[in-house]
Structures are given as C-alpha cells and as structure tokens.
C-alpha cells in the first residue's frame, strides 16, 4: 500500500503537469480493474479494503488539492490564454 500512497501522490502527465480530477478516478479504477479481474484476481480491493487506507488518504489528499481552483489554472477559450481562476 506504501507504494501505491506515494504512486498517487507523485502521479503527473509526461510533460509535468497535473492530471484532471476525473482523470485520477479513472486511472484508480482501471488500476483496481486490472487486480480483481482475471488473470490476476486478488481478493482485495485498492479502494475500499482497510489495507489500503492510506493509500486512499493519499489519493483523496491530491483530489482535494486537485479541486482547489485557486491552485489549478483555468484556460478561457474566449481569450485564448490561461490565468488564475478568481472567485467572484
């Protein structure tokens, strides 16, 4: 489970930049897929076993920061360029 907190907490696109948060839970799922399904068919689950907690905070930790959009630019497609969104 140490490996798969810090897997989550370090996952990034090629170029550097950070995944959407859809994206995140698309690729835990398809990790947790991936397990259960056949042929590897493990007996746990990576997002609701106990074992995994931390592994979960872990992830949950980089949603909440994902979904901050003061930390997250915003692209305007009416401009064309991307700024900082900023609360009205």
Sequence with gaps: ???LEEFYENLT????EE??????HTIRASISR????PP????FSIIRDREFKRANEAFYRRIRRLQNPRQQPAFHY????TAL???H
Excluded: F
């Design 19 to 24: 995944y959407s948060v859809s994206t995140m």
């Design 13 to 16: 696109k090629p170029d550097g």
């Design 78 to 81: 009416a401009t064309g360029r």
């Design 40 to 43: 590897q068919s493990k007996p």
């Design 1 to 3: 489970a140490g490996i």
């Design 85 to 87: 969104w900023q609360p």
């Design 34 to 37: 991936y397990l259960t399904l």
